[in-house]
């Protein structure tokens, strides 16, 4: 007889399956933190699968993928270098506020002083070294200003050290963050030298910034360190539009047709098919497709940082808010808005109707505005709504969150 038996096809197909699954969770993880530690449980499989998942990135979206001893870094390319509705998020404590911009000018700040500094760092030592770096004439003319004189800006510099510690750059000796913005205390680190140079996501050196582009802007100099080159051929062309636009899906919660440029629109169109099936495959994805664009829905949740429906207050009232407008997109005209006042109006009969079930400072007098704030931000991140100066624009996705009609089931009543 030829041919293998039927038991060693199945049990070749029960293990084909099961590596592909493994692969699918790697990459599935690496999506969710880009950066990820040794102590994940999903970091095994990426150092089993790495080869594989390189050639998938590379070909699909072309990110690479590093992977050490210690960790495993995808370098991500995002879409758009100037979308500020996405920001990091404190490690710690729960409830403060994502990186604002002076955050994120002491993160790299930050990072610039650690990389030329020792394999040790305090966090006083650390700040006399951000501040002496911020006093720079080009950063005071924009506007940063840090002089770590008050209770404020230690709390933003514990934020950055915070963020480098979940990230693995640094890690505690000693000491007590807390105890530092009090002007009480101090904290001892070691540096990780191999994640913290993992950390930039650049196609050039940043001896490329003067010699490339236009280094006089924010954009010319992000281009220079970005841009890929692509060959003017047409499967140049194409491999780099498929790239771009699997890059896409994959990161951002919506793309609408309306916002592509029309060689992609085109290629999108007619490769759409080909692109849901590979990502699907890869990542266990299913795209959505309507006639304003395309989403990929993740079942289990664990792809997003920012989630609708969630629990707590601030997940309640996204849900209220979403719902509103949801029902308003329905009938109002094209380009028109819905006016801030008027979901602050409903905001505070939701205080009236639901505080009892939201934390203490939701229902303080005036706190609707500061509401309103935190559910437009993250429906805004979400690509569900835009706030412009008119107002709240929905857009086309809010159309999932409509409610319909309720429909009670009907008794039937039996003749005895």
């Known amino acids: 007889m030829n041919g293998r038996p039927a038991s060693a096809t199945l049990l070749a197909n029960a293990l084909d399956r099961s590596r592909a699954e493994e692969r699918r969770r790697a990459l599935r993880a690496l999506l969710a933190r880009p950066l990820l530690p040794a102590r994940h449980p999903a970091f095994p499989l990426v150092r089993r699968h790495a080869e594989a998942l390189r050639q998938w990135l590379v070909a699909e979206t072309g990110w690479s993928l590093q992977v050490e001893g210690d960790f495993a870094r995808l370098h991500k390319r995002v879409a758009c270098h100037d979308d500020g ?25 930050a990072l610039a002083v650690l990389e030329k500094g020792e394999a040790q760092t305090a966090l006083g030592r650390l700040g006399e070294q951000v501040v002496t770096a911020a006093a720079e004439p080009a950063l005071l003319a924009a506007g940063i200003r840090f002089a770590l004189d008050n209770r404020e800006e230690r709390r933003d510099l514990v934020a950055v050290v915070r963020h480098l510690l979940a990230l693995g750059v640094l890690i505690r000796v000693a000491g007590d963050e807390d105890a530092f ?42 281009a220079a360190l970005t841009e890929t080159f692509v060959p003017d051929t047409v499967e140049g062309r194409n491999r780099a539009l498929r790239r771009r636009l699997t890059g896409r899906l994959l990161d951002d919660p919506v793309v609408y047709w309306d916002e592509l440029e029309e060689t992609e629109r085109a ?3 007619s490769q759409r098919a080909a692109i849901a099936a590979r990502i699907r495959e890869a990542t266990g994805l299913l795209a959505e497709v309507r006639a304003e664009g395309i989403a990929l829905v993740d079942d289990a949740g664990e792809l997003t940082d920012c989630r609708l429906p969630s629990e707590g207050t601030d997940g309640h009232l996204a849900l209220l ?25 409903a905001v505070k009969g939701w205080m009236v109707r639901y505080g009892r079930f939201w934390k ?43 409610m319909g009609e309720t429909l009670l089931p009907i008794e039937e009543t039996l003749d005895l």
């Open 267 to 269: 290629y999108l169109t």
């Open 85 to 109: 509705t996405r920001p990091a998020g404190a490690d710690y404590p729960a409830a403060d506020p994502p990186f604002s911009r002076r955050r994120y000018c002491l993160l790299c700040l």
């Open 181 to 222: 913005i009090d002007a009480a205390g101090d904290a001892l680190y070691d540096v990780n030298r191999r994640i913290l140079s993992a950390l930039p996501v650049t196609v050039k050196g940043s001896s490329m910034v003067n010699l490339v582009g236009d280094p006089g802007t924010t954009a010319g100099r992000i």
């Open 360 to 402: 203490k400072a939701a229902r303080e007098p005036g706190a609707e505005r500061e509401l309103c704030r935190q559910a437009l931000e993250r429906l805004v991140a979400l690509r569900l709504a835009e706030a412009t100066g008119a107002g709240i624009r929905p857009l086309p996705a809010i159309g999932r969150y409509a």
């Open 321 to 345: 808010t979403v719902t509103w407008l949801a029902e308003r997109a329905g009938v109002l005209a094209k380009g028109e808005t819905v006016p801030v006042r008027d979901l602050e109006e």
